[in-house]
């Protein structure tokens, strides 16, 4: 077995490297950095870099925060009952 290389003990990630994990585009990630929906991050140089353990805490809150949809299931997220030709609403026929 190999070692690791250095990029990859790097307690940072770049954002090619945020890129691939999330599998999207750098562009993807530098506008959600400038959106504020990205993890923390900082300028070294040139580069952005973002500590992985801020990446992984960031993580862990958008899959606590994920629930499933229920939309249309609930009563709030019906559409409004529509009239028929008659003036009932289609519940009244049911």
């Known amino acids: 077995m190999t070692p690791p290389s250095e990029s990859e003990r790097s ?6 490297q945020l890129a691939a994990r ?5 562009s993807a990630i530098y506008v959600a950095r ?10 070294s140089g040139k580069a952005v ?13 958008r899959m606590a925060g994920d629930r499933p949809s229920h939309r249309g ?3 709030e997220h019906r559409p409004p009952e529509r009239a028929t030709r ?3 609403t289609s ?4």
């Not at 870099?49 to 809150?61: C, G, N």
């Open 11 to 16: 307690p940072h990630l770049t954002v090619a």
């Open 86 to 88: 008659r003036g009932r």
């Open 49 to 61: 870099l973002f500590p992985l353990a801020e990446v992984e805490a960031w993580e862990r809150e």
């Open 22 to 26: 999330w599998q999207t585009t750098k």
């Open 34 to 43: 400038h959106r504020g929906k990205a993890p923390n991050g900082f300028k």
């Open 73 to 75: 299931t609930t009563v």
């Open 91 to 94: 519940a009244a026929r049911a």
